[in-house]
């Protein structure tokens, strides 16, 4: 997890004033994130802010955040700065 959290440092840093698409297996690597894309069987299934999306019960990001044992409030204390 250092690693994956150096990794995302540097890429925040150099890159703060750029579009990053992120293609993340660990749901604390994009939680920071702008927005988030939700594809399934290579269709668009949702888009949009992770703290809406997490908020939706109807949400797939919800629900992987569920199965992850990630709660809103771990989302809503993030800072985007």
Known sequence: METDRLIQQTIRSRFH????????HRLHTILDSTKILVLSNVSLQEYDEPKRLAADPNSAFAKFLSDANIHLSNIMSINLS
């Open 17 to 24: 004033d750029a579009t990053v698409l992120t293609i993340a």
